[in-house]
């Protein structure tokens, strides 16, 4: 079992940077695949980003690529989501999750989920 719980989401201009942080207690950590996804309102949930469980390979949606960046701290339980460049259409509750091993861009391929941060962004 994992637990995640996310931080580090609120309102931001256009063009500024956050850094979201999921913070994960439960056992083998090291052992999951982590992903960030997020969802706007009236909208189905997107995916964002992913990496594998050393940090080593990472695969990201085309509407953050260059912008976002996914890195995990195996010792801190912890992955983040450093969001630069921001845009209005960011604008959304973003969730981590994990699975065991491999990454994927498909939400229904995780077993754990956080209960979401709202980030905002202002134009």
């Known amino acids: 079992q994992v637990q995640l719980v996310e931080s580090g989401g609120g309102l931001v201009q256009a063009g500024g940077s956050l850094r979201l942080a999921c913070a994960a207690s439960g056992r083998a950590f090291g052992n999951y695949a982590m992903g960030w996804f997020r969802q706007a309102p009236g909208k189905e949930r997107e995916f964002v980003a992913t990496?594998?469980?050393?940090?080593?390979?990472?695969y990201y949606a085309d509407s953050v690529k260059g912008r976002f960046t996914i890195s995990r701290d195996n010792a801190k339980i912890t992955v983040y989501l450093q969001m630069n460049s921001l845009k209005p259409e960011d604008t959304a509750v973003y969730y981590c999750?994990?699975?065991?091993?491999?990454?994927?861009?498909?939400?229904?391929?995780?077993?754990?989920w956080g209960r979401g941060t709202q980030v905002t962004v202002s134009s």
């Open positions: 999750a994990a699975r065991r091993f491999m990454t994927s861009a498909r939400a229904i391929d995780y077993d754990y």
């Open positions: 990496l594998n469980w050393n940090g080593d390979s990472t």
